[in-house]
């Protein structure tokens, strides 16, 4: 049905270093700090793993993660669509990307792009019903496997590690600042 490109892991670092190596640095670098380094780097390993095992899953399934990540999208509220400018910014892609991923959505039948009813310049993405019925057959088992690599956490572990990373997250323009 759906071609899916092999994505590397985006951290292949599997050697961590320890607390002791890093805190060995701060006679060279004077701001480290060593707890911060090590935490960072154990959260890019998990992140890369996770995300290599999702696109093993999702290989599995014949299916791209950009392409799962529209369907997702537009499942959300299946009856009222979505125009490509929104769903690249819900999917956190170019408009370039989603262009290419709507293509190949709808000539596989998963999707429609129907003109705007004000303006017709513009068009409405919406599933088809082949596409919810595709969606049908493999969430079940998503949800499942995402329910057995969570479920190493107790609800208030899950509720806990959620805070945390939105909390890390409000500090990401640490990394992306000029």
């Known amino acids: 049905m759906v071609k899916m490109a092999r994505m590397s892991g985006m951290f292949s670092l599997r050697d961590l270093p320890k607390y ?3 805190r060995q640095r701060v006679s060279r670098y004077p701001d480290v700090h060593p707890a911060a380094v090590e935490t960072f780097l154990v959260l890019l390993r998990v992140a890369s793993d ?6 093993t899953h999702l290989g599995r399934r ?3 993660q950009g392409r799962f990540n529209v ?7 299946p009856s009222v669509g979505l125009a ?4 690249a910014v819900r ?3 170019t408009r370039a990307t989603m262009t290419g991923l709507l293509n190949g959505l709808e000539r596989d039948g998963l999707i429609t ?11 409405t993405c919406c599933l088809t019903p082949k596409g919810t019925a595709y969606l049908d057959t493999i969430l079940p088992e998503f949800y499942g496997r995402i329910d057995q690599l969570m479920g190493q956490l107790t609800e208030e572990e899950k509720l ?3 805070k945390l990373l939105w909390k890390v997250n409000e500090g990401i323009t640490a990394l992306t600042r000029t």
């Open 20 to 22: 002791e190596a890093i």
């Open 50 to 55: 996770v995300l290599v095992g999702l696109e």
């Open 62 to 64: 014949e299916i791209s």
């Open 71 to 77: 369907l997702m999208v537009l499942n959300r509220e």
């Open 84 to 87: 490509p400018s929104d769903l």
């Open 91 to 93: 999917c956190g892609v």
């Open 113 to 123: 792009r129907q003109p705007d009813a004000q303006d017709r310049r513009m068009t």
């Open 160 to 162: 806990l590690l959620e």
